[in-house]
């Protein structure tokens, strides 16, 4: 069975930084999103990577402060944030297709982890 788990997610100053890991069991997808919902907001595209070829696009809100990364031996994406600010609390999840192709804001993803909470302080 096929299983994405989210970790890293804690409560933080605003400034602090956070690193996501998001570790796929069962196989490795082409192509991975990190998605947030924030109580009351619909879901927000945050960031996409292609696994092959190594391309990246990053929502507009977390553009210079956040970067997406993977670690080909652990099979697992990373999402490292930094800056944090209040906005950015939220439930934090990772999505992944076996479609490399997908645009990457909007898949679409097949597969979703449970999701990892990121509260940023004032």
């Known amino acids: 069975q096929v299983q994405l788990v989210e970790s890293g997610g804690g409560l933080v100053q605003a400034g602090d930084s956070l690193r996501l890991s998001c570790v796929a069991s069962?196989?490795?997808?082409?192509?991975y999103g990190w998605f947030r919902q924030a109580p009351g907001k619909e879901r927000e595209f945050v960031a996409g990577i292609r696994w092959s070829v190594s391309s990246t696009d990053y929502g507009d809100s977390v553009k210079g402060r956040f970067t997406i990364s993977r670690d080909n031996a652990k099979n697992t994406v990373y999402l490292q944030m930094n800056s944090l600010k209040p906005e950015d609390t939220a439930v934090y999840y990772c999505?992944?297709?076996?479609?490399?192709?997908?645009?990457?804001?909007?898949?679409?993803?097949?597969?979703w982890g449970q999701g990892t909470q990121v509260t940023v302080s004032s």
């Open positions: 069962g196989r490795t997808f082409s192509t």
């Open positions: 999505a992944a297709t076996s479609r490399l192709w997908v645009t990457l804001q909007r898949g679409p993803y097949e597969n």
